[in-house]
């Protein structure tokens, strides 16, 4: 198994987004970092102001950049092939970044998602942001917010933290990752911060039919709250 933590900057949030930059960091199962890669992306369509607001990228800076399929080919000055695998891909809301990356690993991979095990370990933190998070906990910080490498060494570190706050190896953490977790705060809307058991049923039944992008630890501790005030 290979350990890479992962992010990417982008164009916008739609799903056709394109990539601006990516960060890469190989480590071994105790974190040791093997190797660590980060270039800006040609992304064939424009960032919107939004994203620049956020990452601080223009259409200038990676107007001469290498497109993602340049990038992780055999080409002279790029990764130098694909992301190794069977791995396991690490980061902060890594579905996010594994939509456009993904593509590029050998032999598949499975989601490490920090997001997740912060939900579930902090269910009453200010918010799940990972710059939060970096506070919060009193992590290091790595220079540079919001671009590609600091972020995936900020994800780093939290997942070592993660390791350490439940007792797991990074290799038992993957193994952990693949079961759903039950969330015990609601993560937005009108009941944000309310626990799911303080939640009416018939607004619980309701995100379940008419929110169709529920991931699917919110699907399955919406349906674990409606189970338990049944059997009250």
């Known amino acids: 198994m290979e350990y ?50 956020v990452h601080g990228l223009t259409n200038k800076d990676v107007e001469d950049a290498p497109t993602l399929d340049e990038y992780f080919s055999d080409n002279d000055g790029c990764f130098g092939g694909l992301l190794p695998g069977p791995a396991a891909i690490i980061g902060h809301r890594i579905s996010f970044d ?19 095990w912060a939900r579930k370990l902090y269910p009453y933190s200010e918010n799940h942001q990972l710059s939060t998070l970096i506070f919060a906990l009193d992590l290091p910080r790595s220079a540079g917010a919001h671009r590609a490498l600091a972020d995936v060494y900020s994800a780093l570190y939290l997942t070592k933290h993660i390791c350490e706050r ?36 018939s607004y619980l039944e309701w995100m379940l039919r008419e929110m169709k992008d529920l991931d699917g630890d919110l699907k399955y501790s919406i349906n674990l709250a409606l189970q338990k005030k049944k059997k009250k």
């Open 98 to 116: 594994t939509h456009t990356i993904g593509r590029f690993v050998q032999e598949g991979f499975v989601e490490v998602c920090t997001l997740r």
């Open 166 to 201: 439940t007792g797991m190896s990074l290799p038992e953490l993957v193994e952990a990752s693949k079961e759903p977790m039950e969330v015990l705060t609601v993560p937005f809307g009108k009941h944000k911060g309310s626990s799911f058991m303080d939640v009416p049923p």
């Open 4 to 53: 890479i933590f992962l992010d990417t900057e982008t164009t916008d949030a739609a799903p056709d987004r394109g990539v601006v930059e990516v960060g890469v960091v190989i480590t071994d199962d105790n974190f040791n970092v093997l190797r660590e890669a980060q270039s800006l992306i040609d992304p064939q369509k424009l960032i919107s102001p939004s994203a620049s607001g």
